[in-house]
C-alpha cells in the first residue's frame, strides 16, 4: 500500500495520476553546516519526484545529478524543453523503475534551479550572494540531500545513484551516511577530481572571469551576464565529455553549410558550429557563478583525503552493496579511477560489482543509449531489489 508523501511547496493534486510530480521545493528550518564553516540559512532545496513511496518507506531512489544537471531528470526540462535527462534509465518498465520506485532528484545546494546558490538573494544585503557566496562542497550537497529524506520521512534508500559529478555524491554518500544507503551506482566517476580535470575546470573559470560582463560576479546587479566567458568554458568543457573517436564520427573534418573554407575565423567546420551551438545553448540555461561553484566542488573532492589518505577508510562501515560503471572512451574520468573505487572497496570487504561498457561516446555516455549500461543497471537493481524484498 503507498502512503501519500509530505511535501511542501505546489503540491500534485494526486501522485497516482500523475507520472512525475512538479517540481517542489521548501524552505528548510535548519541551517546547512557547510564545510566552508558557514551556516547557511534560509536556504531552500527544489526537487522532483516519480513514483509512490511504500507503505514500509523502503523504495526510495535518489538520483544525484551531475555539474549542470538539475531536478528535471524525467520530465520536460522547463528552459530547453528538452525530455528529462535520464529518461532512459527512469521510468515505467526502465531500470529505475517509477511503477515499484520513489525517486527523488533535488538539484544541489549551489546551482540555479531553484535551490539556493550564488544568484539567490542573501537575505544580509537584500542583491545576489554572488561570490559571497560559500565555497560548496560535495559533502554540502550530500548533507542537503539528506536533510530533504529527513523531511520527507525517509530513513535510508534503497538505491543512491549517479553519474559525473552525481557519482561523487554517490560516493559520498555511502562514506557519510553508510546506514542509509542500501544499493549504490556511481557511474563515470573517480574518487577525487584528476589534476587533468581540475585543469579544464580552471580554464573554464578563467573564461568567465576574464569577461568584462562578469563585474566580479556582480553581474546581476547591473544587469549583465558573462555569456562569453560561460559559452566559452562550456565549450571547453563539452569536448572533454565526448571521445576524439565519436567527434570524427559525427563531424569529422566536414565542412559547415558550405563547399570550401573561407579563409576566416568564420565556423568553417561543422565541429566549430556545433561547439558554438553547445556554447549558446548553456548560457540560456545556466549561471556562470553557479558554473564556478560548482566546477570548484568537484575539484575539491578527494575522499581518500578525507579519511587519512586511504580511500579504503572512506567505506570501513559499509553494509552498501555496490555497482562501479565507467565507459572505455571517457578520458575524464577513465576506468582507471572507476578500479581504483573497486579496489577501496574490496579492501573495506564491501560487495561491488565492476562493469566497463564499450563506447565511443565519451564520459556523456552515461546520459546516451548505451544499451550494455541499461542492462548492467537493470540487473544490478533488480537483485538489490530481491534483497531488499521489494
Ligand atoms: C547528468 C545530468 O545531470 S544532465 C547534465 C546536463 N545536461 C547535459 O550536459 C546535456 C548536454 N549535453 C549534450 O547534449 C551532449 O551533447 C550529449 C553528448 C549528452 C548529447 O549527445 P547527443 O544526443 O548525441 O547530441 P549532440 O551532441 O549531437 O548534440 C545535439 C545538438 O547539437 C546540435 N548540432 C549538431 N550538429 C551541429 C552543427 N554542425 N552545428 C550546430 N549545431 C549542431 C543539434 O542541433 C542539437 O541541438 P539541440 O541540443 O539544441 O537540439
Ligand atoms: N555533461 C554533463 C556531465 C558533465 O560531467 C553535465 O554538464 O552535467
Known amino acids: 500500500m503507498a502512503t501519500p508523501l509530505l511535501k511542501s511547496g505546489p503540491e500534485p493534486a494526486s501522485?497516482?495520476?500523475e507520472p512525475t510530480s512538479p517540481v517542489a521545493r521548501f524552505e528548510v528550518d535548519a541551517p546547512?553546516?557547510?564545510?566552508?564553516?558557514?551556516?547557511?540559512?534560509?536556504?531552500?532545496?527544489?526537487?522532483?519526484?516519480?513514483?509512490?513511496?511504500?507503505?514500509?518507506?523502503?523504495?526510495?531512489?535518489?538520483?544525484?545529478?551531475?555539474?549542470?544537471?538539475?531536478?528535471?531528470?524525467?520530465?520536460?526540462?522547463?528552459v530547453t524543453g528538452k525530455d528529462g535527462w535520464w529518461e532512459r534509465l527512469i521510468g515505467p518498465g526502465k531500470p529505475v523503475d517509477t511503477d515499484r520506485y520513489f525517486v527523488i532528484c533535488a538539484n544541489v545546494v549551489g546551482s540555479c534551479m531553484g535551490t539556493t546558490g550564488p544568484a539567490s538573494i542573501n537575505p544580509a544585503t537584500g542583491r545576489a550572494y554572488g561570490l559571497d557566496f560559500p565555497l560548496v562542497t560535495i559533502r554540502d550537497m550530500v548533507r542537503g540531500q539528506a536533510m530533504l529524506l529527513d523531511r520527507l520521512g525517509i530513513k535510508d534508500l534503497f538505491l543512491c545513484i549517479g553519474g559525473?559529478?552525481?557519482?561523487?555524491?554517490?560516493?559520498?554518500?555511502?562514506?557519510?551516511?553508510?546506514?542509509?544507503?542500501?544499493?549504490?551506482?556511481?557511474?563515470?566517476?573517480?574518487?577525487?577530481?584528476?589534476?587533468?580535470?581540475?585543469?579544464?575546470?580552471?580554464?573554464?573559470?578563467?573564461?568567465?572571469?576574464?569577461?568584462?560582463?562578469?563585474?566580479g560576479g556582480r553581474y546581476l546587479d547591473v544587469g549583465t551576464r558573462p555569456a562569453k566567458g560561460l559559452g566559452v568554458a562550456r565549450m571547453g568543457a563539452h569536448i572533454t565529455y565526448l571521445s576524439e573517436p565519436a567527434l570524427?564520427?559525427?563531424?569529422?573534418?566536414?565542412?559547415?553549410?558550405?563547399?570550401?573554407?573561407?579563409?576566416s575565423f568564420d565556423a568553417d567546420f561543422q565541429i566549430e558550429s556545433y561547439l558554438r551551438h553547445q556554447g549558446i545553448t548553456f548560457v540560456e540555461r545556466f549561471d556562470a557563478n553557479a558554473y564556478l561553484y560548482l566546477t570548484r566542488a568537484m575539484d575539491y573532492f578527494d575522499l581518500a583525503a578525507d579519511h587519512g589518505g586511504v580511500l579504503a577508510n572512506a567505506f570501513r562501515d559499509t553494509r552498501t552493496r555496490f555497482c562501479i560503471m565507467s565507459f572505455t572512451s571517457d578520458w575524464?574520468?577513465?576506468?582507471?579511477?572507476?578500479?581504483?573505487?573497486?579496489?577501496?572497496?574490496?579492501?573495506?570487504?564491501?560487495?561491488?560489482?565492476?562493469?566497463?561498457?564499450?563506447?565511443?561516446?565519451?564520459?556523456?555516455?552515461?546520459?546516451?543509449?548505451?544499451?550494455?549500461?541499461?542492462?548492467?543497471?537493470?540487473?544490478?537493481?533488480?537483485?538489490?531489489?530481491?534483497?531488499?524484498?521489494l
Open 332 to 389: 575524464l574520468f577513465p576506468t582507471a579511477d572507476s578500479r581504483a573505487i573497486v579496489h577501496a572497496l574490496n579492501a573495506a570487504a564491501a560487495p561491488v560489482a565492476f562493469v566497463e561498457v564499450e563506447s565511443d561516446k565519451g564520459h556523456d555516455a552515461f546520459l546516451l543509449d548505451e544499451p550494455a549500461m541499461i542492462s548492467a543497471a537493470k540487473g544490478f537493481i533488480a537483485a538489490a531489489a530481491r534483497e531488499r524484498g
Open 164 to 215: 559525473s559529478m552525481g557519482g561523487m555524491q554517490v560516493l559520498q554518500w555511502a562514506a557519510s551516511y553508510p546506514e542509509r544507503v542500501f544499493a549504490a551506482m556511481p557511474i563515470a566517476t573517480g574518487a577525487r577530481h584528476s589534476a587533468q580535470n581540475i585543469a579544464f575546470h580552471e580554464v573554464g573559470r578563467q573564461a568567465i572571469l576574464a569577461d568584462p560582463n562578469w563585474h
Open 15 to 17: 501522485q497516482a495520476d
Open 32 to 78: 546547512l553546516a557547510m564545510d566552508a564553516g558557514v551556516d547557511l540559512a534560509p536556504w531552500q532545496i527544489a526537487y522532483q519526484t516519480a513514483g509512490t513511496l511504500n507503505a514500509e518507506r523502503s523504495n526510495a531512489v535518489l538520483v544525484c545529478h551531475a555539474l549542470t544537471g538539475d531536478q528535471h531528470f524525467a520530465n520536460t526540462h522547463p
Open 248 to 263: 570524427h564520427r559525427k563531424f569529422g573534418r566536414r565542412l559547415q553549410d558550405r563547399d570550401a573554407p573561407t579563409f
